[in-house]
């Protein structure tokens, strides 16, 4: 019998604090990580890595989110990318991207929230999610 393989989620967000407890809430939950501070650094890692998920925040020095949801638009189609965002309107939000991301998380951010947007990322026949917080 094998052993499932965990699945592999990249962390994208610039402030230390808020990285280390996203990755160490998403391994709690059972994924394993990649934490990136910017935008440089999760394109490096985008192609080291097999990732089954991104997270990101929205703006990130060296390449914002906007920019990094685009290349992984173009590199690694339907991998599903979960936006962080401070916007207040998930309207402007949209607006402001090239491509539709699989879902929007406005921080500050539950593990609540984060468990229940992962799982609906990682269901057989995920689709895509239209509420800014993922918990309907």
Not at 21 to 36: A, D, F, S
Not at 50 to 55: D, G, I, S, Y
């Amino acid at each position: 019998m094998t052993v499932p393989k965990k699945k592999l989620i990249l962390i994208v967000e610039d402030d230390r604090d808020t990285r280390a407890q996203l990755g160490l809430l998403i391994e709690l939950l059972g994924y394993e990580t990649v934490l990136c501070a910017d935008g440089v650094e999760a394109l490096q890692a985008l192609e080291i890595h097999a990732f089954n998920l991104v997270l990101t925040d929205l703006v990130l020095p060296r390449g914002d989110g906007v920019d990094l949801l685009a290349e992984i638009h173009e590199q690694r189609p339907g991998l599903p990318v979960i936006i962080l965002t401070g916007y207040p309107s998930e309207d402007s939000l949209r607006e402001s991207l090239p491509q539709e991301p699989f879902a929007y998380l406005t921080k500050p951010i539950s593990g609540e929230q984060i468990a229940h947007v992962l799982e609906r990322a990682f269901a057989p026949h995920a689709d895509k999610l239209t509420k800014r917080h993922a918990d309907s």
